[in-house]
């Protein structure tokens, strides 16, 4: 079973700063897209930030200029650096998988989840 490791989230205050990591060694990384949702209660899940293979970024209008999105493909890892922390940035942050070549394509895969809490 493939399992999408995420760490670094925790309590900030606002105009903080946190970074969260994601592991993925399971994957043909390369033939991934790599993503950052979250989800606050009540709400849906939403992408935040998205890198492809290639390194092209796309980010949800709220966090730019305040989130970057990273990838190294030799270590299997993507990274989410956020600055400028807001109350309303608050949630569960979860780091995705989307195959988009050959065999993994629509392949799909989640991590757990790791909590960001950003106090006002």
């Known amino acids: 079973q493939v399992q999408l490791a995420e760490s670094g989230g925790g309590l900030v205050q606002a105009g903080g700063s946190l970074r969260l990591s994601c592991a993925a060694p399971?994957?043909?990384?390369?033939?991934?897209?790599m993503g950052w949702y979250r989800q606050s209660p009540g709400k849906q899940r939403e992408l935040v930030a998205a890198?492809?293979?290639?390194?092209?970024?796309d980010y949800t209008g709220s966090v730019k200029g305040r989130f970057t999105i990273s990838r190294d493909n030799a270590k299997s890892t993507v990274n989410l650096q956020m600055n400028s922390l807001k109350p309303e940035d608050t949630a569960v942050y979860y780091c995705?998988?989307?195959?988009?070549?050959?065999?993994?394509?629509?392949?799909?895969?989640w991590g757990q989840g790791t909590q960001v809490t950003v106090s006002s």
């Open positions: 995705n998988a989307e195959g988009i070549t050959g065999p993994v394509s629509n392949l799909n895969f």
């Open positions: 399971q994957i043909t990384f390369w033939r991934y897209t």
């Open positions: 890198i492809t293979p290639a390194g092209s970024t």
